[in-house]
Structure formats: structure tokens, C-alpha cells
């Protein structure tokens, strides 16, 4: 572990790799400035096509450093919304698209494109400090020392409960912090991301790079039905053929909150691989060894944790990092469920043509945790967070602010949070009892239930 931590800071610079995504950007081994642009059949077109020229303007003045794009889990090149045809039966009114009987519909190509919104976002925002970085790192490890520390020397029942809860929100802001550095935002060092990614993670049994590719993937393809990674909806055929079992474990509360564990060996229904193994259809080869290296780390956890069982016994390791990684696990599934559904209005999902980066993006929620918000790092700033994945956490909140007039309607504004988020349970439960799946058919798709059948 040691050696690989030398390594890492410099003496063996770890390469940057960047994941063939379903669609987006493919960079060529052979000149990293030859660039082709994947669609969701995985066709590629090269740039240098007359049919992209007249796109130059979109691009230059969207991207003016095409630098920032091969460090970030976002493609550096989107289709304008221009080319989205905006149907006969809409307007535009007030920053969005009504239909005939003058409802706003989510689904309808917006009226801006995402220059636009990068456009009014302040330059500062996409400033990243590694200094600033650390200091958070630094801060969330001495908390969890710390709490470790006063649990133990305490040991009472009367604390438990309170350091679990605690201490696995704690778990879960490390995450976060890791989840920075996967993206390029923690800093623009890409050694540094990768040591203190590592490091992070594997804390918490995360495989750093095995999460940072898949991650990549859900943002590259957010709010597609059947590319999108991370709590993607089931189509109608896939949803009728899971058993009994299956269903109760996805649509019924707690068991949902525990699935990240599961989804790390072998992911969501109707998708196979796992985040461990070099081979899974998740990887590329180019990434093999990232993935060798992540696991290994891993490993090294698990054996650090084994050893702790038995030098202090297995009932204080299961109070002091058994019970937090669990609430850990459940914060993280939470979140990530309830950036994508539950929102009071219904969602759309894209296929096909119909699917864009920017529309996709914006099926994205903001969440409000209340007290929460700074202690995981602003985590449910979560549009801005999907569309430009860039930029730092500590900058979401004002980057929010400053796209909200452009976004107008398709922004939708969070529900203010009480001192601890607990009204979040009650939308994950109505959530979870109405949206199960989507049509096998259509372009622009909505969660339904069996219900839906006989209405």
C-alpha cells in the first residue's frame, strides 16, 4: 500500500484514462486530438465531417479549453439544442414550454442551450483550489477519528445510537469527497485525485476507479432509459419478469437503501458486470489495470478490517464500522435515488433521438437536507452538479443561483428541509409505490405502476 501511495505521488504517474462512454466522446489513443462523437448506437462520425463544421460556433463558444473536457465525467461535446426540433404544439413562455392546453411540459426541448447556461455561471465557479479541497478532507478525518475516539472511550448505550448516526453521515461525507475527485473537481491534479480518491473510498469499501467509471458513464448518459447506470428505470418486459423476491427488495423501504453493496457486484436488473473485475463489460481494456489497482486497494481494507476483528473482537468493530457503513450505504442509496425520481410532477426519460445531455440533465432534482447540506458538501445542488460536473462543490450553491433565471421552469425548486431532511422518506415511499417502470416503446417515457394498466 505504501509503495502504490509513492507511486502515486509521483514517482510512477498514474496515466489518465478516460472511459469509452455509450454516447458522447471517444478520444484516440494515437492523437488525443482526434475526436469522434458517439450516438447512442455507438457509430462514430469524426468531427472533421462537413456536417460538423457548421457547428464550430457552438463549440467554440461553449468550450473554448478543450482541456477541461478530458478531465471531467461530462462529454466534452453535446448536441446543441439548436438541432432539437421544438414540436408545432408548444410555446415558449417565461423560460419554458407549455403545450395547447397551456401546461408546462418537462419533456419538450427547452428553449436555451447549455452554452447558455454555462454562459451564466460565474468564471469563479469553475475555479478549483486544492488547498480548499484538503482542508475539507481534513476536516471530515478528524471528525471521524474523533467520533471514533469518543464512542469507544464513552461505550454506553445511550451513545451508540447517536455516533452511528453520526459517524455514517460522516462515512457518507467522505464519499462525497471521493466522488470529487473522481470527477477532476477536487482538483486539477490528477495524481492527487487518484491518492486521495483511493484513499477515501477504500475507507469505506468503495472501489475508487471501478465507481469513477461507471459514475462517468450514468453522467454521460443521465435520464436515458437504457444507457443511463445508476437507478435507471426498468423497462415494462424486465419489470414482469423479476420474481417476487426481487420486486419486495427494489420497491419496498428499508430493503432499497441497502442495495449499493449489491450493485457493486453485480449492478442494477437487466445489466451484468461488476465494479471489481478488470473484464466486466463496465471497463474498457485501456482501464484493466485502474480497476486491478482499485480492487486491490479494496482488499487491503477488507484485510485491515478482518485484522481489527481479531485484535479487538468483532462486536466493538461492528459498533464502531459495521453499523456506520450501513447507515453510509443508506445515505447513499437515498440520495441517489431522490436526485432522479420522486419529484411531485412526473419525470421524463429519453430513448433515441429524443434523449439529449442537456435534456437528460435537466430530469435532474435539487434536494434540500437541511443541516445536512454542509456536512455532505452541498451534494444536493444536483442539477448544476450533472450538467457541468467540473465544478467544484463548494461553488454549486452560487453556480445554482446564477443558472436558475435560464433554466426558468425545468429547474425545479427544492423543498425547503426542517433541521434534519426527514420529510425526504416520505417521497422516496410514494416514489418507490408508483414509479416501477416504463413503456418497452417511445422516445419520451414516464414512470408507471400496474395501476396504470387498468386507469
Known sequence: ??????????????????????????????????????????????????KFQSRRSFTNSSFRD??????????????????????????????????????????????????????????????????????????????????????AYLNSWLV???YWAAQGTMFWAL????????????????????????????SILVPYHGWRISHRTHHQNHGHVENDESWHPLSEKI?????????????????PLLAYPVYLFSRSPGKTGSHFHPDSDLFIPSERNDVITSTACWSAMVAILVGLGFLMGP????????????????????????????????LPWYRGKEWSYLRGGLTTLDRDYGWINNIHHDIGTHVIHHLFPQIPHYHLIEATEAAKPVLGKY???PKKSALLPFHLIGDLVRSLRRDHYVSDTGEVVYYQTDSDLTD
Open 239 to 255: 419489470f414482469r419478469s423479476l420474481d417476487t423476491m426481487t420486486r419486495t427488495l427494489r420497491f419496498t423501504v428499508p430493503f
Open 160 to 162: 451508540w445510537p447517536l
Open 411 to 413: 429547474y425545479k425548486e
Open 315 to 346: 462486536i466493538p468493530l461492528l459498533k464502531l464500522y459495521g453499523v456506520p457503513y450501513l447507515i453510509f450505504v443508506m445515505w447513499l442509496d437515498l440520495v441517489t435515488y431522490l436526485h432522479h425520481h420522486g419529484h411531485e410532477d412526473k
Open 66 to 151: 478543450r482541456n477541461f473536457g478530458l478531465k471531467v465525467s461530462a462529454p466534452l461535446r453535446v448536441t446543441p439544442i439548436e438541432e432539437e426540433e421544438v414540436k408545432k404544439d408548444v410555446k415558449i413562455n417565461g423560460g419554458g414550454v407549455e403545450n395547447e392546453v397551456g401546461e408546462f411540459d418537462p419533456g419538450a426541448p427547452p428553449p436555451f442551450n447549455l452554452a447558455d447556461i454555462r454562459a451564466a455561471i460565474p468564471k469563479h465557479c469553475w475555479v478549483k483550489d486544492p488547498w480548499k479541497s484538503m482542508s475539507y478532507v481534513a476536516r471530515d478525518v478528524i471528525v471521524v477519528l474523533g467520533l471514533a475516539a469518543g464512542a
Open 1 to 50: 500500500m505504501a509503495t502504490w501511495v509513492l507511486s502515486e505521488c509521483g514517482l510512477k504517474p498514474l496515466p489518465p484514462t478516460f472511459p469509452r462512454p455509450k454516447t458522447g466522446i471517444v478520444y484516440s489513443n494515437s492523437n488525443p486530438s482526434k475526436v469522434r462523437f458517439l450516438s447512442t448506437k455507438n457509430n462514430g462520425v469524426s468531427f472533421s465531417d462537413p
Open 175 to 202: 464519499f462525497v469527497l471521493g466522488h470529487d475527485c473522481g470527477h477532476g473537481s477536487f482538483s486539477n491534479n490528477h495524481k492527487l485525485n487518484s491518492v486521495v480518491g483511493h484513499l477515501l473510498h477504500s
